[in-house]
């Protein structure tokens, strides 16, 4: 029975532990890594076909992102996830394909242009993505789902993104059970919608985030349904626009949730019927996903809207653009309104345009709601840059740039310590995950001093067996600068090109053709000359 810990190891991104137990392969996780990475992570230490189940505890990319090249490498087991997250899970899966083969086709025409030969090949493409999507089995929150002999789990609301769960898994092998609960990605309270987090009584191990688990979210509640109000009255008394740059699934939501109070409270005065648009296909997508959600994950006060006959994140005046053409006429209308678009970070997507045509516009506002990261075109916004370069040309940044402080789907330092408050039953060991490096340590240091629990911020590759609760195989972070590259042996190299082979053969089940026939034929010849 051991756990295997593989990413979001002393780094925030890429979730991905493996579980051992009952003579299967069980991933928690499979996420794509997302901006700079620390530290290199181990390979998965089986091949894909030999995973039988994936256990998803949302949606997030960074948890879910490499289920495609999963499935691409012979993975066909199930994954298990609740309703919602299977639902957000589909459209963000093929999203994330279509920008994996967007830049594939990119980078391949600039090549062409410079005469370079190899060609780019995607991560994975949209069949994949779909294969993935046709293995998501949903599961209702709080129902035990016996997954096979000796394994059982059940999905807890932790209130961080719409159907996103701490996972508790049994294991029992020769009588001998134990409980470990995954965290995944801990909520903020009072978050809009969302209910708070759900606590666990008892668990043998936890592995718990700990994105936040150094910082404090500010102690004052901020009214951001009276902040926005103010801003878009300004804004709009101005003669300008209200651009949001919003991640498109959850933020986007929230922001609807807030503009849908403010109307209805009549907050902006001289504009009362402001119009408003969502300019992003996937969150129009995922609000849909929210709507279809509601009774399994709304909070209570979001729910007594829904019983009253009102919908939450809908108002009069909610225009959902979906085409390009539609998104362009936006900024051909100079009544003031409110944009929303992704990405959230202005790195990509639709948003760019909208900053083009009012960055330079002193009477427009660009209100960011979230986080944003070292190195992007967000971060130079909000720290003040003067000009900034959009489709090759610099544009001069006389918008006023706001930010709406404290939104955050995380939990903070105490957030997390409340949650690990609610094991009434101590566990045996805490491993600590999903943080930057010295976080980890830093929060594992805490759960001790805080619980008297031992607990632990394990490297990638570290190997534990459950049942005797000791680490037996400890490793150290290899920083990326160190990576060295080596030659594949022989045997490797067989080794990749079978698990490749392997994985056609299983996406070619149930084609029945003479092809098939002979490439079988010739594969069985090989095989007999080499046994001999």
């Not at 594939?104 to 999507?133: C, F, H, Q, T």
């Not at 470990?180 to 809009?192: A, E, W």
């Not at 699934?249 to 902006?268: D, P």
């Not at 619980?451 to 459950?466: E, K, M, N």
Request: aromatic share 8%.
């Amino acid at each position: 029975m051991k756990l295997t810990f593989i990413g979001a190891a002393h780094e925030v991104t890429g979730s991905c532990h493996l579980i051992e137990a009952c003579g299967k392969h069980i991933l928690v996780d499979y996420g794509m890594e997302q901006g700079r990475n620390l530290f290199e992570n181990v390979e998965i230490p089986v091949p894909a076909s030999d995973i039988d189940y994936v256990f998803l505890t949302h949606a997030h990319i960074d948890h879910s992102g490499l289920l495609p090249l999963l499935r691409q490498k012979g993975f066909s087991g199930r994954i298990y996830a609740t309703e919602a997250t299977c639902a957000l899970a589909s459209i963000m899966l093929r999203d994330s394909a279509h920008i994996q083969m967007f830049e594939a086709e990119w980078r391949n025409r600039k090549a062409r242009r410079s005469d370079l030969v190899e060609k780019y090949v995607p991560l994975y493409n949209m069949e994949d993505a779909d294969g993935a999507i046709r293995l998501l089995t949903p599961v209702k929150y709080d129902q035990e789902e016996e997954v096979s002999d000796g394994i059982k789990i059940r999905f807890r609301d932790v209130g961080h993104l719409l159907g996103s769960a701490a996972i508790e898994v049994w294991l029992t092998e020769g009588g001998v059970t134990k409980k470990i609960v995954f965290s995944g990605d801990v909520g903020n309270h009072r978050q809009p919608l969302l209910r708070d987090p759900q606590t666990i009584a008892e668990a043998d191990y936890v592995l718990i985030e700990s994105t936040y688990g150094d910082r404090l979210h500010s102690e004052v509640q901020v009214d951001y349904v009276k902040e926005l109000s103010e801003i878009l009255s300004e804004t709009f008394r101005r003669g300008g626009n209200v651009v949001i740059p919003s991640f498109a699934v959850g933020r986007t939501q929230e922001m609807l949730y807030f503009i849908r109070q403010i109307k209805e409270q009549g907050l902006v005065k001289d504009f009362p019927d402001f119009p408003v648009y969502v300019d992003s296909p996937l969150a129009v997508e995922a609000t849909n996903v929210f709507r279809k959600n509601q009774q399994d994950c709304f909070d209570e006060e979001a729910l007594e809207l829904v019983r009253r006959g009102i919908n939450p994140i809908s108002f009069p005046g909610l225009s959902l653009a979906i085409t390009s053409e539609e998104s362009k006429e936006i900024n051909f209308d100079e009544e003031p309104k409110v944009i929303i678009s992704a990405s959230g970070m202005c790195e990509a997507g639709r948003i760019r345009h909208h900053l083009k045509h009012n960055l330079w516009r002193p009477e427009s506002t660009i209100l960011f709601v979230g986080y944003q990261a070292v190195g992007t075109l967000g971060r130079a916004l909000t720290e003040g840059a003067e000009t900034v370069k959009l489709f090759g040309e610099s544009i001069e940044v006389r918008a006023e740039i706001r930010a709406l402080a404290g939104m955050s789907g995380h939990a903070d330092k105490n957030g997390l310590l409340d949650w690990m408050r609610g094991f009434t039953k101590k566990p045996e060991r805490v491993f600590v995950v999903h943080g930057e490096d010295q976080v980890t340590d830093t929060f594992a240091e805490t759960i001790e001093k805080e619980f008297s629990i031992p607990a632990y911020a394990p490297y990638s590759g570290t190997v534990v067996d459950l049942l005797s609760n000791k680490v037996i195989l400890e490793t150290k972070g290899i920083p990326f600068e160190q990576k060295v590259k080596v030659q594949k042996t022989v045997f490797e190299r067989l080794l990749a090109a079978a698990e490749r082979l392997l994985a056609i053969v299983r996406r070619s089940e149930h084609i029945a053709n003479k092809d098939m026939a002979k490439f079988a034929d010739q594969i069985n010849s090989l095989a007999d000359k080499w046994e001999k």
